[in-house]
């Protein structure tokens, strides 16, 4: 339940401006309560951004189960991401750029690169279902995974900057579905 509250209060107001008293009254638990399992806003997010990884590799996984078609996973995936990018108010991207630049010690360093870690495992993992299925052409999908990564990324930071459309977005998709299933991709990335 705080877990959930919290995430409520990090998407509508960053992280930078959010207080335990914020996520008290988000949650409706009183402040000793709160603290019975938490210390600090820092705390509650980092364990909100565990959660929320989590929940999206597991849904993943769940979709590679339950599919036997990598052209609609993939689709699925890059849609999932397009609306994202079009929709960053809905998201968490802002309070986790504020807590990195907020916090730059290696802990918060660590955090973040575990955070694009789980991102790339969710790749990986539809890359390997791909491979699977001998719709992926290239042999090193670690390195392919983190070209989409970086570019999904960089597309992240983006909208939040500056708005983007939903051609510039689909158009870049279009990029990674080339390099995903083209043989150029796989000795790029070998």
Known sequence: ???????????????????????IEECGISRGGIYLYFSSVD??????????NKEKIDH????IEG???????????FNEQKARLL??????????????????????RDFYTEHFYNTKVIMMEMLKFGQKKQAVAA?????????????????????????????????????CKEMIYSNASEEETT
């Open 1 to 23: 339940m705080i877990l959930k509250g919290a995430k409520t209060v990090f998407i509508r107001k960053g992280f930078n401006r959010v207080t335990m008293k914020d996520i």
């Open 43 to 52: 705390e509650i997010f980092i364990e909100v951004v565990k959660k929320h």
């Open 60 to 63: 993943i996984k769940a979709s």
């Open 67 to 77: 599919s036997d078609n990598f052209d609609r996973l993939i689709d699925d995936f």
């Open 87 to 108: 929709n960053m108010d809905q998201s968490l991207f802002v309070a986790m750029m504020e807590f990195c630049f907020g916090h730059k010690n290696i802990l918060s």
């Open 139 to 175: 042999k090193n999908i670690d390195r392919l995974a983190d070209s989409i990564m970086f570019l999904i990324e960089g597309l992240r930071s983006l909208a939040i900057s500056s708005r983007i459309s939903g051609e510039l977005v689909d158009e870049q998709f279009r990029v």
